[in-house]
């Protein structure tokens, strides 16, 4: 789900905790994402190209949300082509996995009508380059959906939780110093538009845990065990179990037209 320079790094130990967060992350908005999708036309896709597709969660998704579409999954880690083998071994054969980068695809000139990428460009050191290839592989007038974060306005606990504050600003550096970006959202019409697309949307996607309760968060931001990550799932469980906090979630959505 990288670029050779990217931000995204997952040891084999990790991995199937890794397939879990993204199932639970993807559960949480989905409804909302394909709504919008659909209204953008996905639904008649022949030809869709899913980038940074990882274990195959969404990938199952997009084959009932676009029921004519030919998928093809792009996915740079090899293990992780692997398990969407595994998940989608059910499914229709109207897919297939592409083990390489966004940044050079090798897929043919002008050969796909709708193109996704979740969860991808903040990890991506050179996002407006990527963009431009995923224009190359786009017929004129195709629509390109990038759906991301902005560190800014991606998660609200109110009252805050001790130190989550300054955890969230350390990982954001971490990632910037691996070559990504966690305040990417604010920046996708620019890309988009840099890399020669016409913006045709952008529009926020709004959880609530007053709408939703806190389950569904829970299992989005906390679902990892045996991992270093066990200490600091607990303390979030804790802290809504104790303080009852409203949460809050917004993702960026930016749908831009091949000109």
């Not at 004519?68 to 996995?97: K, N, V, Y």
């Not at 970006?181 to 697309?197: C, D, E, H």
Request: hydrophobic share 45%; with cysteine.
């Amino acid at each position: 789900m990288q670029d050779s320079a990217g931000s995204y790094q997952i040891s084999d130990s990790s991995l199937a905790q890794e397939a879990q967060r993204l199932q639970a992350q993807m559960a949480l908005t989905w409804a909302a994402e394909a709504e919008r999708l659909c209204s953008w036309g996905i639904s008649e896709s022949r030809a869709l190209l899913e980038l940074g597709s990882g274990p195959g969660c969404v990938t199952r998704e997009l084959l009932a949300i676009a029921p004519q579409a030919h998928i093809t999954a792009l996915e740079i880690d090899p293990r992780m082509c692997a398990m969407a083998h595994d998940l989608l071994a059910d499914m229709p054969p109207r897919w297939q996995s592409v083990n390489t980068s966004i940044m050079a695809t090798s897929l043919p000139d002008e050969s796909h009508d709708f193109a996704l990428a979740r969860y991808l460009f903040q990890h991506l050191s050179k996002p407006v380059e990527a963009a431009r290839e995923v224009a190359r592989v786009l017929k004129p007038g195709s629509p390109f959906v990038i759906i991301d974060i902005d560190e800014a306005w991606s998660i609200l606990l109110d009252p805050p939780m001790p130190g989550e504050r300054e955890q969230r600003l350390v990982d954001a550096v971490q990632q910037a110093l691996q070559g990504g970006n966690r305040y990417v959202g604010r920046k996708l019409p620019r890309i988009m538009q840099s890399a020669g697309f016409r913006v045709a949307h952008f529009e926020t996607v709004i959880l609530h845990s007053d709408m939703i309760g806190y389950e569904p968060f829970l299992a989005a931001l906390a679902p990892l065990s045996g991992t270093a990550n066990d200490a600091r799932a607990e303390a979030l469980r804790a802290f809504l179990r104790e303080q009852q906090p409203l949460v809050m979630l917004q993702l960026f959505m930016a749908c831009g037209i091949r000109s």
